[in-house]
Nanobody, 122 residues
Framework: QLQLVESGGGLVQPGGSLRLSCVASGATLDYYAIGWFRQAPGKEREEVSCISTSGGITYYALDSVKGRFTISRDNAKNTVYLEMNSLKPEDTAVYYC??????????????WGQGTRVTVSS
């Protein structure tokens, strides 16, 4: 059974950068599209980005992160990354990764990780 573990969060100043990692175990990541989501305090969870099984298709659900965030994957390392640059206070949230089966666009995500907290503050 696929298990996902996020890491890389922390406290960063506005304008700073972080790289989040989503490491898979229990199954080969190659067969899964992986999405990144976030949940800010007092808000609902929202999709941030998704990457196809091969990495050939990337999708950014939020206009606010386009051009600042980059999703990528290294199937040999069973890891998906979310590179976050030019961070803003409104990016503060707990970030989660989840698998979307064979496609980012079916909308049925599971195997949620425990999340990694990102705080953007001066």
């Amino acid at each position: 059974q696929l298990q996902l573990v996020e890491s890389g969060g922390g406290l960063v100043q506005p304008g700073g950068s972080l790289r989040l990692s989503c490491v898979a175990s229990g199954a080969t990541l190659d067969y899964y599209a992986i999405g990144w989501f976030r949940q800010a305090p007092g808000k609902e969870r929202e999709e941030v980005s998704c990457i196809s099984t091969s990495g050939g298709i990337t999708y950014y659900a939020l206009d606010s992160v386009k051009g600042r965030f980059t999703i990528s994957r290294d199937n040999a390392k069973n890891t998906v990354y979310l590179e976050m640059n030019s961070l803003k206070p409104e990016d503060t949230a707990v970030y989660y990764c989840a698998e979307g089966g064979s496609s980012c666009f079916v909308g049925n995500f599971g195997s949620w990780g425990q999340g990694t907290r990102v705080t953007v503050s001066s």
